[in-house]
């Protein structure tokens, strides 16, 4: 087992600010690549004022930026502009997510770039893209939430619009990102030709809603919000139990026959209103009361016990206290530790991707403070 990763031996400039940009990146240094990431003199990435602040430094820029290296730089000066263009002659990856048109005007665009460091791949994260009427526009995650149409279908029927609970738009875009960064590091590998990596945080809500497209295409009905239920798989969804909720995930008829049986109703399994899947969503109503009608009756956990011995999936609803908690966690290892001078040691999300021959550490470093690394980055160009 080594202790680095896949991407050992890779090196990312990293202009990004806030979070779709760092959490790709974070992503790329948990596997291994080195990034360096490019702050504006004194500031720094606005992530850092976001709280909670732990020790007076912010927990949530620890969350996505730990692993990293830091240099301020002013690509409006001529002395950090020369540093910049020897990280980058020696760097595999360059990333940005500045509204389109801002890296040309520092003269740092895509067509330059790659005229000078030919082998260079380019990531561009940006709210819309670099092509199309609103590339130019500024986003946020909440916009491109609305734009893209997934608070349309998030929520309860009737209910006022509601933002997806975590920040969908912006962690979708870097997950995005960081699956195009890989493609082109392999392109490269077969064509010796660096890539631009276009990512549009509306293209990826629309990438995100799933069969919403394609019912509205097939029905022409338009989709809306349905709480907590499947659009198409009956029944999948919330219940209501003697003491909270729980999901019951009936995927195909043999889970769904399985389950009436442990609610000790096998007469809703030859229902010929409920025989297919197709059948029981066409008459989910019927059948949501049928079923909820029983499962108030015992506890969520006594469900959860009958429901698991039988191989039916289900889960109550945890809390982040609750998830942090479960027993697959720790054998997981999806929550590690990072220890920082000024905010102590903090628990943080883990890295799902797990590799054979690669080790996963239980613990990953900290965040930088700004401007960190300078002087061992300029000794490294220097040499």
Same mark, same amino acid.
């Given at each position: 087992?080594?202790?680095?990763?896949?991407?050992?031996?890779?090196?990312?400039?990293?202009?990004?600010?806030?979070? +779709?940009?760092?959490?790709?990146?974070?992503?790329?240094?948990?596997?291994?690549?080195?990034?360096?990431?490019?702050?504006?003199?004194?500031?720094?990435?606005?992530?850092?004022?976001?709280?909670?602040?732990?020790?007076? *430094?912010?927990?949530?820029?620890?969350?996505?930026?730990?692993?990293?290296?830091?240099?301020?730089?002013?690509? *409006?000066?001529?002395?950090?502009?020369?540093?910049?263009?020897?990280?980058?002659?020696?760097?595999?990856?360059?990333?940005?997510?500045?509204?389109?048109?801002?890296?040309?005007?520092?003269?740092?665009?895509?067509?330059?770039?790659?005229? *000078?460091?030919?082998?260079?791949?380019?990531?561009?994260?940006?709210?819309?893209?670099?092509?199309?009427?609103?590339?130019?526009?500024?986003?946020?995650?909440?916009?491109?939430?609305?734009?893209?149409?997934?608070?349309?279908?998030?929520?309860?029927?009737?209910?006022?619009?509601?933002?997806?609970?975590?920040?969908?738009?912006?962690?979708?875009?870097?997950?995005?990102?960081?699956?195009?960064?890989?493609?082109?590091?392999?392109?490269? +590998?077969?064509?010796?030709?660096g890539r631009k990596v276009d990512i549009g945080m509306f293209d990826v809500q629309m990438a995100l809603m799933e069969n919403a497209i394609v019912r509205y295409s097939a029905t022409g009905e338009i989709p809306g919000?349905?709480?907590?239920?499947?659009?198409?798989?009956?029944?999948?969804?919330?219940?209501?139990?003697?003491?909270?909720?729980?999901?019951?995930?009936?995927? $195909?008829?043999?889970?769904?026959?399985?389950?009436?049986?442990?609610?000790?109703?096998?007469?809703?399994?030859?229902?010929?209103?409920?025989?297919?899947?197709?059948?029981? $969503?066409?008459?989910?109503?019927?059948?949501?009361?049928?079923?909820?009608?029983?499962?108030?009756?015992?506890?969520? +956990?006594?469900?959860?016990?009958?429901?698991?011995?039988?191989?039916?999936?289900?889960?109550?609803?945890?809390?982040?206290?609750?998830?942090?908690?479960?027993?697959?966690?720790?054998?997981?290892?999806?929550?590690?530790?990072?220890?920082?001078?000024?905010?102590?040691?903090?628990?943080?999300?883990?890295?799902?991707?797990?590799?054979?021959?690669?080790?996963?550490?239980?613990?990953?470093?900290?965040?930088?403070?700004?401007?960190?690394?300078?002087?061992?980055?300029?000794?490294?160009?220097?040499?």
């Open positions: 087992m080594t202790a680095s990763g896949p991407l050992s031996g890779v090196t990312i400039v990293d202009l990004t600010r806030v979070l +779709a940009g760092p959490f790709s990146t974070m992503i790329l240094a948990d596997l291994g690549a080195r990034v360096i990431k490019v702050e504006t003199p004194g500031t720094g990435d606005d992530a850092r004022e976001y709280g909670p602040f732990v020790g007076g *430094k912010s927990a949530y820029f620890i969350s996505v930026n730990r692993g990293k290296e830091s240099i301020a730089l002013d690509l *409006k000066k001529d002395e950090d502009r020369a540093v910049f263009e020897k990280l980058l002659a020696k760097a595999d990856v360059v990333v940005e997510n500045f509204r389109p048109g801002t890296m040309e005007k520092l003269g740092y665009g895509w067509d330059t770039l790659h005229a *000078k460091y030919p082998k260079l791949i380019y990531a561009a994260c940006s709210g819309f893209g670099h092509t199309g009427p609103h590339s130019k526009r500024p986003a946020y995650d909440m916009v491109v939430q609305a734009m893209g149409g997934i608070m349309s279908i998030t929520g309860q029927p009737g209910g006022e619009p509601t933002r997806v609970g975590m920040s969908i738009g912006d962690v979708a875009a870097g997950l995005y990102t960081t699956i195009g960064i890989n493609a082109a590091l392999y392109d490269r +590998a077969t064509t010796g030709e919000p349905l709480g907590g239920r499947h659009p198409s798989i009956t029944p999948f969804q919330v219940f209501k139990t003697q003491d909270g909720h729980m999901i019951v995930a009936g995927g $195909n008829d043999t889970m769904y026959r399985r389950f009436c049986e442990i609610i000790e109703r096998p007469d809703l399994a030859t229902n010929p209103l409920f025989a297919t899947n197709r059948l029981r $969503n066409e008459h989910h109503d019927a059948l949501e009361a049928e079923i909820q009608g029983v499962l108030t009756t015992r506890p969520t +956990a006594a469900w959860l016990e009958l429901l698991d011995a039988a191989g039916v999936p289900a889960s109550r609803i945890n809390d982040v206290s609750q998830v942090m908690q479960h027993p697959q966690v720790e054998p997981r290892n999806m929550v590690i530790d990072v220890t920082d001078p000024k905010a102590g040691s903090l628990r943080v999300a883990g890295n799902p991707v797990k590799i054979s021959g690669y080790d996963d550490p239980t613990s990953r470093p900290t965040a930088p403070d700004v401007d960190q690394d300078r002087e061992k980055i300029l000794r490294e160009l220097a040499g």
